[in-house]
C-alpha cells in the first residue's frame, strides 16, 4: 500500500516523533510505501526508503498553522490508500492517538476562544460521531474520555501495547556503566541522582520535581529533554536549590541516564501514556509519577516506584522520594529485572502497522 503519514512538526527527542518513524520503518519494512508530510524536519534525515515531504506553512498563530497545515496536506494525499494522521486533523483513515482529549481540558468559557475552538474542531473531525476515522488507542483512560465526550463507537478504537525498546533493559554489565558516567558528572555512589526526562516541561511538572529536590536534604536533579527552560531555572533560583538542578538538553544516551540514575521524577499534570515510566522500570530505576500519566498503573503492578494523587502536594512527593531513595536500589533492580521478563510492553509498532494492513481506508 501507499501510505500518507501527516505530523506537524518532527523532532528526534518527542515520543510521538519516535513512535512515527518506527510505524514507518516497518511499514516499509514489510513492503509498503510511506510519505511522511510535516512542516519541518529537525534532526537526522529519514532512511532513503521513507520519502519526507515538506509542507512548510506561515499564519500569525500556532492553531492557524496547524489548520493550513492539514489543509494543503489534504490537497496532496488523494492518491494514497491510506492516510494516517499523528496530529489531529479532517480526512483522515487512522489517527494515532497519542494526544490527550482536549475537550476534556477546554471548558466553557474558554472552548469559545479562537484557539481553543480551533483545536476542537480538528478533534471533532477525528473523532465525531459523523466521522469514520479510525483510532490507534494507547492510553486506556483517554480512550473513554473521546467516547465520553463525542459518543466515539467503540468499534472505531484499536488498543495499543506499549511499545517500549529493548535497549533500555538493565545490562548486566550497569555497574560498570553507572560508574563511569556518574564519574563525569561528578556524582559519587552515595549522592543521590534524581532524574526528569522528556520535553514538554509545563505538562510532565518539572516544576514539581524542581520542589521536590528543593525539599531533600541532598541529591541532584538532572533534566533530560529539549524544552525552554528559563522559567523552571527561575523557579530553582527562588527556592535556593540552582546549584542542584542541572538541564542537559536533549540526550541520544537515554538508557545510560536511566541505569545511572537513584529516582525519576515524573510528577505530570497531563500525560497522555508515560513512555519513559516503563523505560525506567525495566532499567530498575523507581518512579516517582502521578495518575494522571496512562501508563502509571505499570508502576503499580510492576512495584517500581509510587503513583501519587494528580492532587498531592510538595510535602507529599518529597515524603515519597525520600522513602524510595532510602530502599536498597539492588530491590529496584531485582524487581525491574522481573518486569523487564513478563511484561507486555514491547510490541506497539507490529500492533499498529498489522492494524493499517487491515483497515481499508474509510474516508471520502
Not at 479532517?90 to 482536549?102: M, S
Not at 538493565?170 to 549522592?191: I, K, S, V, W, Y
Amino acid at each position: 500500500m501507499k501510505m500518507a503519514f501527516a505530523l506537524f512538526e518532527y523532532f528526534p527527542y518527542g515520543g510521538l516523533q519516535r513512535d512515527m518513524l518506527a510505524i514507518a520503518r516497518r511499514a516499509v519494512e514489510k513492503g509498503h510505501q510511506v510519505t511522511i508530510f510535516t512542516r519541518s524536519w529537525d534532526g537526522e534525515p529519514a532512511p532513503d526508503a521513507i520519502r519526507v515531504q515538506l509542507l512548510p506553512v506561515s499564519a500569525s498563530s500556532n492553531h492557524g498553522r496547524d489548520k493550513a497545515f492539514a489543509q494543503q496536506v489534504a490537497q496532496l494525499w488523494g492518491g494514497f490508500d491510506l492516510r494516517v494522521g499523528f496530529n489531529k486533523m479532517p480526512g483522515l483513515d487512522w489517527y494515532y492517538a497519542a494526544d490527550g482529549c482536549l475537550a476534556e481540558r477546554y471548558r466553557f468559557p474558554r472552548s469559545l476562544l479562537p484557539r481553543y475552538r480551533s483545536k476542537l474542531a480538528m478533534e471533532n473531525a477525528v473523532f465525531g460521531v459523523k466521522s469514520q476515522t479510525r483510532i490507534l488507542s494507547i492510553s486506556p483512560p483517554q480512550m473513554q474520555l473521546f467516547m465520553d465526550h463525542y459518543q466515539t463507537p467503540d468499534a472505531r478504537f484499536v488498543s495499543l501495547p506499549p511499545g517500549i525498546r529493548r535497549d533500555r533493559v538493565l545490562p548486566e554489565d550497569f555497574a560498570n556503566q553507572r560508574e563511569a558516567f556518574r564519574a563525569e558528572l561528578g556524582l559519587g555512589d552515595d549522592e543521590p541522582m534524581l532524574l526528569f526526562v522528556g520535553s514538554g516541561f509545563r505538562t510532565k511538572g518539572l516544576d514539581r520535581a524542581i520542589e521536590i529536590v528543593a525539599s531533600l536534604d541532598a541529591g541532584q536533579l538532572y533534566i533530560v529533554g529539549d524544552d525552554k527552560a528559563d522559567r523552571f531555572q527561575a523557579l530553582a533560583d527562588k527556592l535556593g536549590a540552582a546549584e542542584r538542578v542541572h538541564f542537559m538538553g536533549g540526550q541520544d544516551n537515554v538508557p545510560l541516564w536511566l541505569w545511572s540514575a537513584d529516582l525519576l521524577l515524573h510528577p505530570a499534570y497531563a500525560e497522555n501514556t508515560g513512555t519513559v515510566l516503563l523505560e525506567a522500570a525495566i532499567g530498575g530505576l523507581p518512579v516517582l509519577t502521578t495518575r494522571a500519566c496512562g501508563y502509571s498503573p505499570y508502576i503499580e503492578q510492576a512495584g517500581m516506584g509510587r503513583v501519587m494523587d494528580n492532587e498531592a502536594d510538595r510535602d507529599a512527593m518529597a515524603s515519597a522520594a525520600r522513602d524510595m531513595l532510602a530502599c536498597d536500589r539492588d530491590d529496584w533492580r531485582h524487581k525491574g529485572r522481573a518486569f523487564a521478563r513478563t511484561g507486555d510492553i514491547y510490541d506497539l509498532v507490529e500492533h499498529a502497522v498489522s492494524a493499517l494492513e487491515g483497515g481499508a481506508a474509510v474516508t471520502e
